[in-house]
């Protein structure tokens, strides 16, 4: 389910808790939680109700203005559907953030290499993870469909590799491409793989910033600016000047650095 950047926030802040979506099934159960850029966010409830049922209430529990709005945006999409009620609480911290950033010991890089062996040998095209993170660190921030192209794999079974390594942490996806996490990158210099971005320096801590747009995020990693506690050290006058940051990716900062606590540097 698709949550705006603003929505987030909201639910993070424990401003909304709820949504309505037009649905031909419900396609989320109760208990699942959604890996989003604030977070975790659980699933409380899923029910089918009526658009006569609808309150004003319930309109501001889900961040509508008024309920006449929540249902004119209900009825932009496949009017013909039945409405669901899904509840909704910010859960945790994404554990993969904090994963990736730890720097796992010997004896950790070695249940990783192992269970890296493991899915080499199931690979009904070869070994491929090794190679799948050299790639990226020599490539970060490269467009996933290129980084396929590179290893002669389509695009669809690249991503879902990278997915896998993601899991564990080993990776962080980017608004363009992905980059090696610093679980990542031990890994490798463990084992002694020769990495040509030995000397870059790593991955500076923080919040990744949410997705802007390919234009927004160029400028950006270009300027070094990968985190939002880098963005918070500019005004937004700065950030604005950039060039390819425009309104859609300003409102995509201001709402995801509100989410984390932080604003734009005042002068």
Known sequence: MLLRPAELAAIRAGDVDLAFRRWERPRLRVGTR?????????????????????TAAEARRAGAVSL???RRGLDRVHPDR???RIG?????????????????????????????????RASPTGPWTR??????DELPATRAPDLAQRMGRDTAAFKQNVRKLKERGLTESLDIGYRL???????????????????????????????????????????????????????????????????????????????????????
Request: aromatic letters at 4%; charged letters at 25%; glycine letters at 8%.
């Open 181 to 267: 996490s610093a679980r990542g990158g031990a890994v490798l210099d463990h084992e002694g793989h020769p990495r040509p971005s030995v000397d870059r320096p790593g991955p500076e801590p923080g919040t990744p910033l949410p997705h802007l747009g390919a234009g927004a995020t160029r400028t950006l990693t270009a300027h070094g600016l990968l985190r939002l506690e880098q963005v918070a050290r500019l005004t937004e006058s700065e950030v604005r000047a950039l060039h390819g940051v425009g309104p859609y990716a300003l409102d995509r900062l201001r709402a995801a650095m509100d989410a984390a606590g932080l604003s734009f540097r005042v002068v």
């Open 82 to 84: 039945p409405v669901y």
């Open 131 to 136: 190679e799948t993170l050299l790639l990226i």
């Open 68 to 70: 006449a709005a929540l």
């Open 34 to 54: 959604m890996r989003t850029a604030v977070g975790l966010v659980e699933i409380t409830s899923v029910d089918r109700v009526p658009v006569s049922s609808l």
């Open 88 to 120: 909704l609480r910010y859960a945790d911290v994404d554990p993969r953030h904090a994963l990736r950033e730890a720097v796992p010991d010997a004896a950790e890089i070695d249940t990783i290499a192992a269970w890296l062996d493991r899915l080499d």
